[in-house]
């Protein structure tokens, strides 16, 4: 792998993993608040996110 490509390809994780981690943030706000059904599918979201970031 060139630099170039190792470089991009970790900013790439690094901003996947950053919205991960908003969209996590927001799912707790979620669960403070009792929306127990909208927490399940951030923190779900994000989860499954996760995964298609390692697939692809």
Known sequence: ???QEKASSAKTHFIISFIKSIIR???CGALYY???PLAAL???GAELLGIAEEIF
Do not use: R
Request: charged residues 10%.
């Open 25 to 27: 943030l927001i799912g």
């Open 34 to 36: 009792g929306h127990i």
């Open 42 to 44: 951030l923190i779900g």
């Open 1 to 3: 792998m060139k630099l």
